[in-house]
């Protein structure tokens, strides 16, 4: 199975302030990785899928890269609403997988 | 509206069984694959199994390979998942989730989720 690897695990920032959360894969998955956010005791939102494809409604302050074995998630100037809990997911082979997560606070 | 609503959770004794269904309405069920996916209480997400949207390739964690079955019946546009043998750490949140039409095994859509308590 692919491993992923978020870092931080938690991250706590400002109203305004530029994040970046980091994913690591067990092995190359060239830009097949998405990236969700969830709040607490809601479903997941997914925001950003092939590596760097902000999916549809999203706001463009949220955008990804990577590819291969290392991928980022940034927030460019977070918002109230952006506090929550991001994961990756792996979409490159079955049995999907899923990062630990990186709940991000307010400071 | 795509709308997808799990029911079937609830109490159970381990090593009993329990059968999880989805109710999906709002977008052409049969085209769509369609996975399961849990969270522990306070844990993170974790992938159960999936299913393409004839039925007929379907794919489980090594979690539950041979305790849980995923199906659909694309004339009820209903997804469903018998679990069986439950443990402890079965016990957990589980969404019904559609895949991204545009991309295998992103998850565009997502039900509210059903509480699955494995307890003596």
């Known amino acids: 199975d692919i491993q992923l690897t978020q870092s931080p695990s938690f991250l706590s920032a400002s109203v305004g302030d530029r994040v970046t959360i980091t994913c690591r894969a067990s092995?190359?998955?060239?830009?097949?990785l998405a990236w969700y956010q969830q709040k607490p005791g809601k479903a997941p939102k997914l925001l950003i899928y092939a590596a760097s494809t902000l999916q549809s409604g999203v706001p463009s302050r949220f955008s990804g890269s990577g590819s291969g074995t290392e991928f980022t998630l940034t927030i460019s100037s977070l918002q109230p609403e952006d506090f929550a809990t991001y994961y990756c997911?792996?979409?490159?082979?079955?049995?999907?997988?899923f990062g630990q997560g990186t709940r991000l606070e307010i400071k | 509206e795509v709308q997808l609503v799990e029911s079937g959770g609830g109490l159970v004794q381990p090593g009993g069984s329990l059968r999880l269904s989805c109710a999906a309405s709002g977008f052409t069920f049969s085209s769509y694959a369609m996975h399961w996916v849990r969270q522990a209480p306070g844990k993170g997400l974790e992938y159960v199994s999936a299913?393409?949207?004839?039925?007929?390739?379907?794919y489980y964690a090594n979690s539950v390979k041979g305790r849980f079955t995923i199906s659909r019946d694309n004339s009820k546009n209903t997804l469903y998942l018998q679990m069986g043998s439950l443990r402890a750490e079965d016990m957990a949140v589980y969404y019904c989730?559609?895949?991204?039409?545009?991309?295998?095994?992103?998850?565009?859509?997502w039900g509210q989720g059903t509480l699955v308590t494995v307890s003596s």
């Open positions: 997911q792996q979409l490159n082979s079955y049995p999907i997988t």
């Open positions: 299913i393409s949207s004839n039925g007929g390739s379907t």
């Open positions: 092995q190359g998955i060239s830009s097949y």
């Open positions: 989730a559609r895949e991204f039409v545009d991309t295998a095994m992103v998850i565009d859509y």
